[in-house]
């Protein structure tokens, strides 16, 4: 997983983006890893804060338009466009799961 949890403190988890070689910069499977374990910490009660914070030197580069290997072939299968379009959806979609 390219997001290591760690419960820090009674209701604090901190989020930490694990892709220090290219300065985190958000894959589809990094932002799918995010909305998964956000939705994960949405079902506990007990969690209060959410920290996100990012191995290495930086925080997060932006967008890796590089492509993402770990995708499913019917996704890479896209190409370049389809890819894009993609990574727009599961940022929407984070950002929906964040707000929740």
Do not use: W
């Not at 958000?26 to 910490?41: G, K, S």
């Amino acid at each position: 997983m390219s997001v290591r949890r760690e419960d820090v403190d009674k209701g604090i988890v901190q989020l930490t983006l694990d892709d220090p070689e290219r300065y985190n910069a958000l894959t589809n499977r990094m932002v799918m890893d995010l909305r998964e374990v956000l939705a994960e910490i949405k079902e506990e009660r007990e969690a209060r804060v959410v920290i996100l914070t990012g191995a290495g030197r930086g925080f997060c580069a932006g967008a890796n338009m590089a492509g993402d290997e770990e995708l499913p072939a019917s996704i890479r299968e896209r190409g370049p466009v389809g890819l894009v379009n993609k990574m727009q959806e599961n940022l929407a979609e984070l950002m929906l799961v964040i707000h929740e």
